[in-house]
């Protein structure tokens, strides 16, 4: 160990960088939800759709999805990802100004997406409607912020890797995988290209991309925040790092061979759904150990837990991660798929795990990361508080409401009179939604509420701003390692 | 040595960490899902399923543009209250033109994928520019400018049948060669309704 010289310790942090991240995120959720909110309007009163192509149902909807998804969870992860790497390697982050250029690069794509999909240069497939200029950079932009990522737990200044940078390691290498292999296509003009795949094969190809981008984004990038900011805000370490090992191996080689239960009855191999299912059972044993293991971190903490508006917030996400991750795994029972699939119930399903688990995480992590990026205190701990309530009445509103919806369009659609007919017509059901929808719509409307809050909140403390520079520990930590699961 | 003396390693080697990552995440992909795309059955037409010609081309293009998969799914699961509801179980030899795939995952509105033949052009017609003057439960939006659009108005359709016969899609330079002449006079409407028209017709013998 002596003959090796450690780089010398860095004077500052980079967090202008996560900052902006941060501020893009908070922007790109607001607008992410003001369609998703004026989308789930247009299912309750359909004349919104004012004639106007881009305000229609069909391409409104991609851009809620595309805002929320690339924009603001991606802009979080990118910001909480080089927050959490140059504290728990004690450096500099590797190269800033390549950081600097994915966080420019990445607001102008998702920009860039936004309009070309209000246009209609969509190309078709869930979550990687994009076309392929746009796909071009994305891979482009996304090999960067590897380079600076993995550049800079290449540089660290502790022995150790800490789990958090496992997950979001994960994340930027499968994310990156997916991606490649999902979009190659033959392009026809700058904004139209077709598949390479075709049909059934296309499905295929398609759901192994759409269930692990949320697999590796949506679960392991956000597990990667969790396991630094819980033990962080409740100055506790992780209750068992050698359960965060085995359930990060094992989240990580199973998550894979989930996607095909998109595709339960439909005319891919039988095989191939099958054993989708069962690897979706086994998931549940890794997801449910990751998040016992978070809420034991915390459950020593009871005076912060009863103060602090940002750890409420991510134990509650904790509890909505439970719940996403136990009804997933029961959608994927090909018995109980029959009733779920197509219906609104996947719309609940999506949306307690994106609601409950992905935005109220990051809320929580933002009450806690931007008052020590800038050195202010929060501008107003009780406004923190009030969102913490619209949130938890927004998202269980969304999600009782799309269950109620989700069953009975299930139940009915397949239910038959005693002459072996079809007993309601598809129009009828539909009518009996309507009073979903609007609750839905109300649910919705109050977690966006809580989310303009927020935001007051934050700008308030951000433009109260004194600067500070926070300044990696001066001695070496690489050995001896600093005790297992302290960030 | 025992299992986390050994991850003792891997966390402490950022190559080890990134090979690891990329070796577990592989395995599924590589037995899941690389077999099916060498399975022929699921490439194979079934009989009498023809490319989709210049027109209903056209019409699913727009049918993509405008998202209308996010509300309909195209996909008949062997159910029998579904197959009541809708027609025949979709075999995946049907969609072997499909590209990409119009499964969809959601049923705000019916299924199409046995749409053609079930209603008239004039009731499509009347039924994109008005949804609730047919259907007055119905929250689908209405689509009135694509009457008054020119189907192919980029001029891209030749290129398009290039690259789909690039892609092997048994199009003859011929189809190609008079594809815009199919297309003249005829509105983004008329070319929306031939695709409906022609969707899952071609089913195989006792679907
Ligand atoms: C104010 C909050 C929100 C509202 C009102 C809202 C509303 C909606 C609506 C109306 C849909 C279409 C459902 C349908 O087609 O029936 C939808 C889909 C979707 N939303 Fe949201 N949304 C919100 C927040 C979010 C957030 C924060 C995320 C992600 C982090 C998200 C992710 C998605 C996804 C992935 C879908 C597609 C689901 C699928 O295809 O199955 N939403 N949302
Ligand atoms: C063990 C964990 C999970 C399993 C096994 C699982 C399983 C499923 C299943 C079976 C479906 C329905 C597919 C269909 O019938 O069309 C689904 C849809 C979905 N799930 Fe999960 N889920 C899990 C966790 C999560 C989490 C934590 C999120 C985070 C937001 C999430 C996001 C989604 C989305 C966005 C869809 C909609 C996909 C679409 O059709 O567009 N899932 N999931």
């Not at chain 1, 160990?1 to 893009?24: G, Q, S």
């Not at chain 1, 296509?185 to 269930?211: M, N």
């Not at chain 1, 039988?270 to 979706?280: C, D, F, I, N």
């Not at chain 1, 509890?319 to 029961?330: D, H, I, V």
Request: charged share 10%; glycine share 8%.
């Amino acid at each position: 160990m002596a003959a090796i010289k450690w780089p010398a310790a860095p004077t500052t942090y980079e967090d202008d960088v996560v900052l902006a991240f941060t501020i893009a995120a908070v922007l790109w959720s607001l607008i992410g939800m003001a369609a998703g909110v004026y989308a789930a309007a247009e299912l309750v009163w359909p004349a919104l759709n004012l004639d106007f192509a881009p305000l229609t149902f069909g391409r409104l909807r991609t851009v809620h999805t595309n805002a929320v998804l690339f924009g603001f969870a991606v802009s979080a992860l990118m910001g909480t990802s080089f927050y959490t790497v140059q504290r728990t390697c004690h450096i500099r982050i590797f190269a800033p100004n390549l950081a600097w250029t994915v966080f420019f690069a990445w607001q102008l794509i998702v920009i860039a997406g936004a309009v070309s999909l209000f246009m209609g240069a969509n190309a078709g497939k869930e979550y990687a409607e994009l076309e392929w200029p746009i796909d071009i950079a994305i891979t482009v932009v996304w090999v960067i912020y590897g380079v600076v990522f993995f550049g800079t737990i290449a540089i660290r200044r502790i022995e150790q890797i800490y789990i958090s940078n496992w997950f979001f390691g994960a994340f930027i290498l499968v994310v990156a995988m997916l991606h490649i292999v999902n979009s190659l296509a033959i392009p026809v003009s700058a904004f139209k290209s077709y598949s390479l795949y075709a049909g059934a094969q296309d499905a295929i190809v398609q759901w192994w991309y759409g269930h692990n981008a949320v697999g590796f984004l949506l679960t392991g990038g956000f597990l990667g925040m969790m396991y630094y900011f819980l033990p962080k805000q409740s100055e506790r370490p992780i209750w068992s790092y050698r359960l965060s090992v085995l359930s990060f191996w094992a989240f990580a080689y199973s998550y894979i061979w989930a996607g095909p239960h998109h595709l339960h009855f439909s005319a891919i191999p039988e095989w191939v759904q099958t054993l989708a299912m069962v690897m979706s059972l086994i998931l549940l044993a890794p997801s449910w150990a990751t998040m016992i293991n978070g809420i034991m971190t915390v459950s020593t903490a009871r005076q912060k837990l009863r103060e602090d508006p940002g750890l409420k917030l991510i134990v509650l996400s904790l509890a909505f991660y439970g719940l996403a991750m136990f009804e997933g795994p029961m959608m994927a029972i090909r018995s109980v798929n029959i009733i779920s699939h197509f219906t609104e119930w996947t719309i609940g399903h999506v949306h307690s795990g994106a609601l409950g688990w992905n935005a109220l995480i990051t809320f929580g992590c933002f009450y806690f990361m931007v008052p020590r990026l800038v050195g202010q205190p929060l501008w107003s701990v009780r406004l923190a508080n009030i969102h913490f309530w619209l949130a938890l009445a927004g998202v269980m509103l969304y999600v009782l409401s799309m269950w109620g919806a989700g069953i009975t369009q299930g139940v009915l659609w397949l239910s038959l009179d005693e002459l072996g007919q079809v007993r309601y017509g598809f129009n009828e059901i539909l009518a009996a939604l309507q009073p979903y929808y609007l609750l839905r719509l109300l649910g919705g409307s109050a977690f966006f509420v809580g989310a303009i809050l927020m935001s007051i909140n934050l700008f308030m403390t951000i433009s109260g701003q004194r600067t500070v520079t926070v300044a990696p520990p001066t001695t070496s930590m690489r050995s001896p390692a600093p005790a297992a699961g302290t960030p | 040595m025992n299992l986390m003396d050994w991850h003792r390693r891997i966390e402490r080697h950022t190559g080890l960490l990134v090979f690891g990552i990329i070796a577990v995440t592989s395995v599924g992909g590589l037995v899941q899902i690389v077999p099916s795309l060498f399975q022929t059955s699921l490439s194979t037409p079934v009989a009498g399923l023809e490319p989709y010609p210049p027109l209903a081309l056209e019409g699913r293009d727009i049918y993509i543009r405008e998202s209308c998969s996010v509300c309909h799914s195209q996909q008949v699961r062997p159910l029998l209250a579904e197959v009541m509801r809708y027609g025949a179980t979709s075999k995946a030899g049907e969609f072997v033109y499909d590209r990409p795939f119009l499964w969809g995952s959601k049923r705000t509105g019916p299924d199409l994928h046995r749409i053609g033949g079930k209603y008239s052009d004039a009731w499509h017609r009347l039924h994109f520019m008005d949804p609730r003057a047919v259907v007055p439960s119905s929250i689908m939006p209405a689509y009135r400018w694509l009457a008054e659009r020119d189907a192919d108005t980029g001029g891209s359709i030749q290129n398009r049948m290039r690259a789909l016969q690039l892609l092997g899609h048994p199009y003859t330079d011929r189809d190609i060669y008079f594809a815009p002449q199919r297309l003249a006079g005829k509105s983004e409407l008329d070319a929306l309704i031939a695709y409906l028209q022609m969707l899952g017709v071609s089913r195989p013998e006792g679907g």
